[in-house]
């Protein structure tokens, strides 16, 4: 139960491939809604280094698409050990990742069947946000926003994509630029660009 973390005084996103970009968003929203502390771990201070860490009153939340990314179920279990609480997102509810956690969210986003897909990414991103949520002081409160999702993106499909699409097909370098909680889905874009053979430029956080 999400609701039983609460007393967890930080949070620590690991993150495997794309999905490090939903860890962003989530460390963003974990300060700004939560109110807690939140970093993105580097797993190789559990899988290269083997470290032991105090994580009693932490707060794991493991992100992996497949949920079978060796590295991300390593530290996950790395993170138990040590004492943490873990929170698994994943696509595949029978993978290694929701076995290892306390509590798994399963995305159910469907196959993968092209590198820049945005369903992975957008699920795990509603994921967080339930998790983050269940954090709050008061849990509940972007239940209204997040019932507003479905819509907006309906919306969002009726548009047409052809003259976005001519625009980028004729672009030599493209810039993707954004800060805050939509920084995470500024790298997500270039990401996908580049997968596309497009060159964009990644600013910094701020």
Do not use: C
């Not at 040590?82 to 995305?107: F, K, M, R, Y």
């Amino acid at each position: 139960d999400l609701h039983s973390f609460p007393t967890r005084r930080s949070s620590d996103l690991h993150i495997g491939g794309s999905s490090d970009n939903a860890g962003v968003y989530g460390r963003y929203l974990t300060e700004i809604h939560a109110g807690r502390q939140a970093s993105l771990a580097a797993p190789s201070v559990a899988t290269l280094y083997g470290a032991n860490l105090d994580l009693s009153n932490s707060l794991v939340v493991a992100v992996s698409q497949s949920g079978a990314t060796q590295e991300i179920v390593d530290t996950a279990e790395w993170a138990k050990r040590n004492g943490a609480a873990v929170v698994g997102i994943t696509n595949h509810g029978d993978s290694p990742l929701a076995s290892t956690a306390d509590v798994a969210l399963i995305t159910q986003a469907g196959k993968e069947l092209a590198v820049p897909a945005t369903k992975t990414y957008t699920t795990q991103l509603a994921a967080i946000t339930v998790t983050v949520d269940a954090l709050a002081q008061k849990p509940g409160t972007l239940d209204a926003d997040i019932a507003r999702v479905p819509d907006a993106a309906a919306k969002m499909l009726e548009g047409s994509v052809e003259a976005a699409a001519d625009l980028l097909a004729g672009a030599h370098d493209v810039l993707a630029s954004g800060r805050g909680l939509t920084f995470g889905t500024t790298l997500e874009v270039a990401l996908k660009l580049r997968s596309e053979e497009h060159t964009s430029e990644l600013q910094s956080p701020i």
